[in-house]
């Protein structure tokens, strides 16, 4: 056997179907990525993401996140002050900082899914993503303006001017919103959402151990 076919074999596509202003969508790939040290060599993973808007009629320059939940979900302040306590203490176990303030908004992911999607095309995908959860949910970034996009872009080795261009004339906009309906059309309703394999879809940030034992059942 060659060592292309070795690497062949232990290869599992991963595509991961999530927002960036998902907080359990940053720890569930944190969790992903324990679990992926718990298999070790065993697997080689492929990453693919994918876009998901949560909220893609919020208008340009967003709405407090507070009031947003409470009407979305119907979260209560005392609700939320302990969901905010909760994930922050999530995220700084796996080495995330979510620094959440009174003030903070939710945003539209419309524009960030199309930066990334040009970030795809120069295989920097996973880098950019990693970088505009950090900017939303630990440097108070609003990253539904274009400015802030160009500047996280260009932090990650992107040209800013191709990227400003980029989202200014919507170049991807299209392609976005197909792929959002492709995996809509598939179940896909609520993020994040691993799918193994291009077959199996787990729903969710489920912990390391369980990702891990998921990932050798389908790659044994």
Request: net charge negative; proline share 2%.
């Amino acid at each position: 056997m060659t060592d292309t076919n070795v690497i062949s074999e232990k290869k599992l596509r991963i595509d991961i179907v999530s927002d960036v202003v998902c907080p359990w969508c940053i720890i569930g790939y944190k969790r992903l990525e324990k679990a992926l040290e718990i298999v070790g060599d065993k697997v080689e993973a492929d990453i693919h993401w994918h876009p998901f808007e949560l909220n893609s009629k919020m208008p340009q320059g967003g709405e407090n996140l507070r009031s947003h939940l409470a009407a979305k979900y119907g979260t209560t302040l005392e609700g939320s002050i302990k969901a905010r306590a909760s994930l922050t203490k999530i995220g700084a176990a796996l080495g995330f900082k979510f620094d959440y303030f009174d003030e903070m908004k939710m945003f539209n992911t419309f524009k960030a899914h199309q930066i990334l999607h040009y970030a795809r095309t120069k295989g920097k995908e996973t880098e950019l993503k990693l970088r505009l959860f950090s900017a939303f949910f630990g440097e108070r970034q609003e990253i539904d303006q274009v400015e802030v996009l160009v500047s996280v872009a260009e932090e990650i080795g992107l040209d800013a001017a191709e990227s400003r261009e980029i989202l200014n004339d919507g170049r991807y906009a299209n392609a976005v919103r197909e792929e959002e309906y492709q995996w809509l059309a598939r179940g896909v309703r609520g993020v994040p959402a691993f799918v193994f394999d291009d077959k199996h879809i787990v729903s969710g940030a489920q912990d390391p151990e369980t990702l891990a034992s998921t990932i050798l059942q389908l790659h044994q």
